[in-house]
């Protein structure tokens, strides 16, 4: 296998705290060492990262691909080389799919399939109920035999609590993580936008954020009862954050993401029925924004996903309330992250951790961190390079983002995974 | 963003889809528009030619005889040939979308789309999407706004009131779900009265109805004292279906406009609704048939209104001779 050599660029590895101007060296698909090189290393590929920054491949922990069942909004071919180009090298997929990932075959389908797209790290996320009707418990066992990660209801509700602790109990019975997308259904209803100021103008559906925190604390109640080690997707509001940090704080072991475009919009920066700003959870206020970055840079959330959800044409074009929710996100997440520093000035080994070494953790993976002996998932960036979101520099089949049309700042330039250069940024 | 779609680089009007972002010149001149028109109803004949060869659908994706009705005569009488299209029966019920009905509209050479829909947003989404030489005029959007009714109330409020400065307005009952209310409190803001009172419970008000401009109230003898003018809004029979209210009868006891109410308002006050009425409900016979009552003269005013509003956005300034 090809030996590669990456050289001059600004490493910086979260988990081994490390953060130092030098080379990386990768053999066998392996990181084999960091800063210096080995005296007699020759390798096939030299990288010169000089003005870059080397960290670790991201870790998604939530990526619509909309296969199978979507393929008209994106196909894990289309959608993994956006992953690619947006230095994720290991994502997880929610069992929202048609058929959801509710039995081994589906499993087998995704993994053949992202096999075939030469991106092998696409993990499942199986349902946490059959067909996620939030009923009867699904096949934890023979998921996590085919390669489940997690389980989770994704956006679908849950039957009733009984089914939530029953579903905490027999996943903890498995020793599988339990990913819970807080929301009561009866108090978001058809909601669209969070209920504040803006759609009380606008006269839209809204979802507070009680629907949310609701579900959360109830969640966390039984998280503490059943002992199962639950991880919280997508926070969106003050309140919610408030809860993580105290059942953190007496001891439950809970984790928590935010979805990238939650920490930097809020309901003020919504154009009015734009549907590219229709999002679910919702565009919160300008407070519960605040206190997203709060919770991130105090280590309450302890990852950002993208929470890429690509759409065809078709989905946004309509009123506001009925068009599909959800943002193409993938590769707005790096120079996103980065503005979290610039912007909001919180620390940025805290954001890169955030996106390698705390999921990783979260997940129990071996990656995220560029130990010796580790896969060589790598991300090699330019955190000054502008670059604009159009036609020209988009991957991803969905161009549903509220950034189209928009200059951002840092671009991935090499991604590596398992060793091998999958991508790399060619300035059109 | 509402600005430019619905003004022209000129600053006039090519669409009316909200009264948001709109001047108190340009509302002010609606309502002078309004005024010139309002005799025509009047004459022997009915009609000018301002919009002759002009073709103008009502695209009503929701029920509506009333609101439609007024704005067929309108066009109508400003000699415009009318098409009523009442889809919430027809085509996008069979799966059509909302994009394909315009464009097929538009391959037939229209120049207005006059849009009633049950989603917020739905005219801005076709004012956005339609050929350029369209005009749309919004007929009311889910629970965002319904401009022309703002502007017939504030032509009648102007008829008795004569000016705007000064006023002090009551608006009263389900101001949630109103497209109605939400217009009508920009429109308010906008041209400069005192103050706006909404007066509901609190299952009935919108969660940040202190950002709209207005003095919430929940009392409704309070919330009259003093007011120029009441406007009560309709209650739609469903909201006690879904825990809004617990039944019509303590809705009328709270909110109701009766005659005893009333008296807290100004003794020249006036009493405004936009239809259809629930008798009993929202108010007593008594109020709604009585002196103080200009419900009827708002629906006249809607035909003048929208005449206005239909030759302002189709470029034709100035109104009739």
Redesign the interface.
């Known amino acids: 296998m090809t030996k590669i050599l990456i050289e001059n660029g600004r490493i910086i590895d979260p988990a081994n705290a490390v953060d130092a101007v030098g080379s990386l060296c990768i053999a066998d698909g392996k990181i084999l060492q960091v800063l210096t090189p080995p005296a007699d290393f020759t390798p096939d590929l030299t990288i010169n990262a000089k003005g870059q920054i080397v960290c670790p491949g991201f870790i998604d922990l939530s990526a619509r691909l909309r296969e199978p069942g979507h393929s008209q909004k994106g196909t894990i071919k289309s959608e993994t080389r956006a992953a690619l180009s947006a230095g994720v090298t290991s994502l997880c997929l929610p069992p929202d799919t048609k058929p959801c990932i509710d039995s081994p075959a589906v499993v087998e389908y995704i993994k053949d399939k992202a096999e075939a797209a030469d991106y092998p790290r696409v993990y499942s996320i199986g349902a946490l109920t059959q067909r996620l009707d939030g009923t009867e418990l699904s096949s934890m066992f023979a998921l996590k035999q085919a390669g489940c990660i997690a389980v989770s209801n994704a956006h679908a509700p849950l039957g009733n609590l009984l089914i939530l602790r029953r579903a905490m109990e027999y996943a903890g019975t498995h020793g599988l993580l339990l990913m819970c997308r807080a929301n009561e259904a009866s108090l978001s209803g058809k909601g669209c936008a969070h209920?504040?100021?803006m759609?009380?103008?606008?006269?839209?559906?809204?979802i507070?954020v009680a629907a949310e925190s609701i579900a959360l604390a109830q969640a966390l109640e039984l998280a503490q009862l059943t002992g199962c080690r639950m991880h919280v997707s997508q926070i969106s509001c003050k309140q919610s954050v408030i809860k993580i940090q105290q059942a953190k704080k007496y001891g439950l072991n809970v984790t928590a993401d935010a979805a990238i475009h939650q920490l930097h919009l809020s309901e003020n920066d919504v154009?009015?029925?734009?549907s590219h700003y229709h999002v679910i959870p919702p565009f919160r206020s300008e407070e519960d924004g605040h206190y997203l970055r709060e919770g991130l840079a105090n280590g309450t959330i302890d990852a950002i996903c993208s929470d890429h959800q690509p759409h065809d044409l078709?989905a946004k074009?309509?009123?506001?309330?009925?068009t599909e929710p959800g943002i193409a996100s993938l590769e707005t997440l790096l120079p996103l992250t980065l503005e979290l520093t610039s912007l909001h000035r919180i620390d940025l080994h805290k954001t890169l951790a955030a996106l390698t070494q705390k999921p990783a953790a979260i997940l129990g993976l071996q990656a995220g961190a560029l130990t010796p002996g580790f896969s060589a998932d790598v991300c090699i960036f330019d955190p000054d390079l502008p670059w604009q979101v159009n036609e020209q520099t988009w991957h991803s089949a969905g161009r549903n983002t509220p950034y189209w049309q928009q200059s951002l700042i840092g671009k991935v330039t090499h991604t590596i995974q398992g060793g091998r250069l999958l991508y790399k940024f060619r300035n059109r | 963003m509402h600005r430019h779609l619905q003004l022209t680089e000129h600053g006039k009007l090519k669409h009316f889809l909200s009264i948001e972002g709109l001047s108190k010149r340009l509302l002010t001149e609606i309502l002078d528009t309004a005024e010139s028109f309002a005799g025509i109803s009047e004459h022997q004949v009915k009609k000018v030619p301002l919009l002759r060869g002009k073709t103008i659908v009502n695209l009503f994706f929701e029920n509506s005889t009333r609101t439609r009705t007024t704005f067929e005569l309108a066009a109508t009488r400003l000699s415009a040939d009318v098409l009523n299209m009442n889809i919430a029966t027809s085509a996008t019920s069979k799966g059509e979308s909302l994009l394909d009905t315009i464009r097929n509209l538009e391959a037939m050479h229209v120049d207005m789309f006059v849009v009633r829909h049950a989603l917020s947003g739905a005219a801005h989404f076709i004012a956005q999407h339609t050929a350029p030489h369209i005009s749309v005029i919004n007929a009311g959007d889910g629970q965002h706004a319904h401009p022309t009714q703002a502007m017939l109330d504030m032509f009648t409020i102007r008829q008795h009131k004569k000016q705007f400065a000064g006023l002090k307005v009551a608006i009263v009952g389900d101001i949630l779900h109103s497209r109605v209310a939400r217009s009508q409190i920009l429109a308010l803001n906008t041209l400069g009265v005192a103050e706006v009172r909404v007066i509901a419970p609190k299952t009935l008000l919108p969660a940040h109805v202190g950002s709209m401009g207005v003095i919430p109230l929940h009392v409704m003898e309070e919330g009259l004292s003093d007011v120029d003018v009441v406007i009560m809004l309709r209650l739609q029979k469903e909201r006690m279906n879904s825990a809004f209210l617990p039944s019509e009868s303590e809705f009328f006891k709270c909110y109701g406009l009766t005659e005893t109410k009333l008296q807290q308002a100004k003794p020249d006050a006036i009493v405004m609704h936009p239809g259809p009425i629930n008798r009993g409900v929202e108010i007593a016979s008594s109020v709604a048939d009585g002196p103080q009552s200009v419900i009827l003269e708002q629906v006249s005013n809607g035909i003048a209104v929208r005449m206005a509003v239909m030759t302002m956005t189709l470029g034709h300034h100035g109104g009739a001779a």
């Open positions: 209920e504040g100021a759609a009380s103008q606008y006269g839209l559906p809204g507070p154009l009015p029925f734009d078709d074009l309509g009123a506001f309330p009925e």
